[in-house]
C-alpha cells in the first residue's frame, strides 16, 4: 500500500481532475485543490469544481476521494457536495472541502479530488435569487475574517441561504473554502454575514474571491404570492428550472414586471394568477415586445396567464394591471 505524503499546506495541485469513471463525457471537473492539516490532525482537502463550458444543462455534482480505511483495512470513496451542490453558470468555481479522520484514514497514491457523479438536473424546480451581497475582499478580523452584508431585495421571506467563498492567499492559491448559513431573511431584510477560514492556515489568507449563495429550493406546484394591492393579489409558479431575480408593481403606470432567467435549456412554463378578476384586459410583453404566444383565461374569480419562457435571461411586463 502507497501513501502519499498530502499533508502539507505548501503542496499545491493545479492539474484537471476528470472522472474516467463517468459513463457520459465529463461535464463538470476538479479545477484544482489544495490541503492542510487542522489543529485536530484532520487532513483538510479543498479545491473547486467547475462545469464544462460547453454544457447547456445544469449539474448535479458530487465530488469523491479515495481514502484507506486503517480500521478496516479497506479501500474506500469519500464524497462531498460542492458548497453550491448545482451547478448553473459555465466556467464558475463553487468550493469544496474534506475534512478527513486521520487516525482512521490514510491517504493513497490516487487519493485525488474527482467527479465521483455528476448528472443533468432536468427535474421541474423553482429557485428564488433576491437578495445583494456587500462585503470587502480584504479581511478585516483578526482571525482573517471577512465580514459583509447581505439585503433580501424581494417581497418574500428566504430560508436556509448558504454563503460561500474562496479563501486565496498573496498569489491567488486557494488555502480554504468557507460557508456559512443564513437560516431565514424576512423581506427588505439587511443582515450580517461572517466568513471565518481554518485557524490552521488563517495566516496564509489574503483576499476571498467567488462570494455566491445558494437559496433553498422552493416547493413545487404551489403558488408564491405578491400582493399588489390591498384589493388585488398575484400568485405565480414558474415549473421550469428558472430563477426569479425581480419582482415589483408599478402604480404610476399599473404595470407589473418581472426579471427572469431560465437556465434549463429548453422553454419553462411561467403561470400567473390576478385575484380577484378585472374588466379591463391586460396586456403581456417579453422583452418589450408583445408576447403573443401568451393565453390569458378571465375565469370567474381570477385571471389566468400561461406562458412559456425560453432560455436566457427575460423581462416579462403585464401592463394594465389595475389595484382592485
Keep these: 500500500m502507497i501513501f502519499l505524503n498530502f499533508f502539507s499546506s505548501d503542496t499545491v495541485y493545479s492539474q484537471p ?15 484544482n485543490y489544495t490541503s492542510y492539516i487542522d ?11 467547475m462545469k464544462q463550458s460547453d ?18 483495512g479497506t479501500d474506500e470513496v469519500l464524497t462531498e457536495k460542492p458548497y ?17 479522520n486521520s487516525t482512521k484514514y490514510s491517504l493513497l497514491d490516487e487519493s485525488a479530488p474527482f467527479v465521483f457523479e455528476n448528472e443533468n438536473v432536468t ?8 437578495f445583494e451581497l456587500d462585503y470587502p475582499v ?5 482571525s482573517k475574517e471577512l465580514y459583509g452584508n447581505i439585503t ?19 498569489k491567488s492559491t486557494q488555502v480554504d473554502s468557507v460557508k456559512t448559513l443564513i437560516p431565514a431573511l424576512k423581506p427588505y431584510e439587511t443582515t450580517s454575514f461572517t466568513f471565518t477560514p481554518n485557524p490552521a492556515i488563517k495566516d496564509s489568507v489574503h483576499y476571498y474571491s467567488c462570494v455566491a449563495g445558494d437559496v433553498e429550493d422552493m416547493m413545487i406546484g404551489k403558488y408564491k404570492m405578491f400582493t399588489i394591492s ?15 431575480d425581480a419582482l415589483n408593481y408599478n402604480k404610476s403606470n399599473h404595470q407589473l414586471n418581472m426579471k427572469l432567467n431560465n437556465v434549463y435549456p429548453a422553454p419553462g412554463a411561467l403561470t400567473l394568477q390576478l385575484m380577484p378578476n378585472q374588466t379591463n384586459p391586460i396586456s403581456v410583453y417579453l422583452d418589450g415586445q408583445p408576447f403573443t404566444s401568451a393565453k390569458i383565461n378571465y375565469l370567474e374569480n381570477m385571471m389566468l396567464v400561461d406562458m412559456s419562457i425560453p432560455q436566457g435571461p427575460h423581462d416579462v411586463v403585464l401592463s394594465n394591471v389595475e389595484e382592485y
Design 17 to 31: 481532475v476528470s472522472n474516467s469513471t463517468l459513463k457520459e463525457n465529463n461535464n463538470t471537473y476538479v479545477k
Design 39 to 49: 489543529s485536530s490532525k484532520n487532513i483538510v482537502v479543498v479545491g473547486q469544481v
Design 55 to 72: 454544457q447547456a444543462f445544469p449539474q448535479n455534482v458530487t465530488v469523491g476521494m479515495h481514502v484507506y480505511n486503517n480500521i478496516t
Design 84 to 100: 453550491g451542490p448545482i451547478l448553473y453558470k459555465n466556467n464558475d468555481p463553487f468550493p469544496f472541502k474534506f475534512v478527513i
Design 123 to 130: 427535474g421541474s424546480f423553482t429557485k428564488i435569487n433576491t
Design 138 to 142: 480584504i479581511p478585516q478580523g483578526p
Design 152 to 170: 433580501n431585495t424581494g417581497p418574500f421571506q428566504i430560508d436556509n441561504l448558504t454563503l460561500f467563498a474562496i479563501a486565496r492567499d498573496s
Design 230 to 244: 390591498n384589493l388585488k393579489v398575484l400568485g405565480y409558479k414558474h415549473s421550469g428550472l428558472m430563477v426569479l
